[in-house]
């Protein structure tokens, strides 16, 4: 990776909006990556519409689920992300992009790892080089990781036991063997972090920034996981003792059970927090500012033990708190994050974010609990914090009205003045008007959409992370008005 593109803190610094679109959303073909053509024109439209943020969420490899909060990786970027068309106009495969699109879906990327290093510039080649050197330290394990989790086809703890526990000579002799596909591994994450910091150069000089997302917990079957095993709480074969979730909150009567394994904070304290250094590190140089999603895990943790049926069977157990911040502070000096503050939030986690001055969150759907002083409606906003219509969690704003009781939905209309046929653009306009700093708006929402068209529903495992919008859905006029409503407001 690059230097960043521009100031980290100023995406902080004034009032800004900005939209939120996961790059699997943009309206591309089924294999020929995002972080082309059609990843410039969303750039093109957020500047155009006044918008000078575009919110994404994390962009790591994930697994079957397509979910990015389950992903192999906390450091590799996703390797379906990488543009056939930038490859074949960089000179990096032979095909041209509407040869490579609907071909094989791995033919082109297998092509890109094989034939990279004899067609690239000399100027890419020594960025290859280079980005090899100073990513060694996750690289060449996640490579491995992908390489063998490909052969195997099932998590890293049912592998054969010498490679599941590392053993040297088993980890040599899978180099050996592998040495061409760990190689194409390696590519590709070069391929991807070189297309995404020149999609933040365009972006910075069209005054967008990019904001990034950090789950604060990793999969289990991660490279991560494997590879340091002693950060994690697992047991000798490498299954967790005790997984993370959330109590029984907004989403779920019996909360939720996220299977990640929970961190070893006093070993990760012993060194520093070193892996998280090198993982915000890494963060910071792809984004303007980044989104730490549950942010309170570091002031708790629901600890929930590997044979509880429920999520409701957990304990809060404490995070690093002050000692983690200060560190990463001392060691990053600038540490532009935004915190997740949603959900069971104490006055300790409050204290922990007010305490580095970070941005906290404010979702407009969740401010009708019938509390005149609940901190998500406008009138109580402060400066300090982000303010969203609805999150990737959340139904569209359109889906979320029309599900709503007909005396939820009258009070709505009551607190922002509006009819049933103004929704969702009475929210986007009271988000864009909020006192908040920043205000960020889902692309379902800027295009009307309803129920049908959510990202997510949190505790379903399936018809999850697919939705994509298409051009001819992003009508003159609603640019037009996202743009008058975000300079009429001061966002502009």
């Known amino acids: 990776m690059g230097a960043p593109a521009g100031d980290m803190g100023a995406a902080l610094g004034r009032r800004r909006a900005g939209v939120l679109l996961h790059p699997t959303s943009l309206p591309y073909a089924a294999d020929e990556g995002a972080l082309g053509p059609h990843a410039y024109h969303f750039v093109d439209f957020l500047r155009g519409a ?55 879906p791995a033919q082109w990327r297998t092509e890109l790892g094989d034939t990279f290093e004899r067609r690239a510039h000399e100027e890419d080649l020594q960025r290859y080089e280079s980005f090899c050197r100073q990513n060694a330290d996750w690289l060449d394990d996640y490579a491995l990781y992908a390489t063998l989790r490909a052969e195997y086809a099932r998590p890293w703890t049912e592998w ?4 599941r526990d590392r053993d040297p000579g088993a980890l040599a002799d899978a180099r050996r063997r592998h040495a061409a596909e760990i190689r194409r591994q390696r590519v590709l994450q070069f391929a991807f972090f070189r297309q995404w910091q020149a999609l933040r150069d365009y972006a910075a000089s069209r005054d967008v920034a990019l904001f990034g997302d950090i789950p604060i917990f990793v999969a289990p079957d991660s490279a991560d996981v494997w590879t340091h095993r002693d950060l994690f709480k697992l047991d000798a074969v490498g299954t967790p003792t005790a997984v993370a979730g959330c109590p029984p909150d907004y989403y779920s009567a019996t909360g939720q059970h996220w299977g990640n394994p929970l961190y070893d904070w ?56 002050a000692h983690f911040f200060d560190a990463m502070r001392a060691a990053l000096h600038e540490l532009p994050i935004v915190a997740e503050d949603l959900g069971v939030i104490t006055d300790s986690v409050h ?30 906003h402060l400066a300090n914090a982000v303010v969203y219509t609805g999150t990737h969690d959340n139904d569209t704003t359109l889906g979320w009205y029309r599900s709503l009781p007909t005396d939820l939905q009258a009070r709505v209309q009551d607190y922002f003045a509006c009819g049933a046929a103004d929704m969702p653009w009475a929210m986007i306009r009271a988000a864009l008007a909020s006192t908040c700093r920043l205000a960020v708006v889902p692309m379902q929402d800027v295009l009307g959409l309803d129920g ?17 919008f298409q051009w001819e859905q992003l009508t003159p006029e609603i640019v037009e008005r996202l743009r008058r409503l975000t300079a009429l407001y001061g966002r502009a």
């Open 351 to 380: 204290a922990l974010r007010d305490r580095y001055g970070f941005p906290g969150m404010r979702v407009l759907q969740f401010g009708f609990d019938g509390n005149p002083n609940n901190p998500h409606l406008p009138h109580e």
């Open 452 to 468: 049908a068209h959510r990202m997510n529903t949190p505790g379903t495992t399936t018809g999850n992370w697919t939705w994509r």
């Open 160 to 163: 054969p036991a010498r490679l």
């Open 50 to 104: 006044g918008q000078r943020l575009w919110q994404v969420l994390p962009l790591h490899p994930p697994h079957v689920d397509r979910s990015p909060y389950n992903a192999c990786s906390a450091f590799a970027g996703d390797p379906m992300l990488v543009s056939a068309e930038l490859a074949a106009e960089w000179g990096w495969i032979a095909k041209a992009p509407s040869a490579a699109v609907g071909a094989a």
């Open 266 to 321: 006093a070993r990760m304290r012993a060194d520093g927090y070193r892996w998280w250094e090198r993982r915000l590190a890494l963060q910071l140089r792809m984004f303007d500012l980044v989104r730490i999603d549950h942010f309170r895990g570091f002031d708790a943790s629901w600890e929930i033990p590997a044979t509880a049926a429920t999520a409701a069977e957990g304990r809060w157990t404490p995070g690093p708190g």
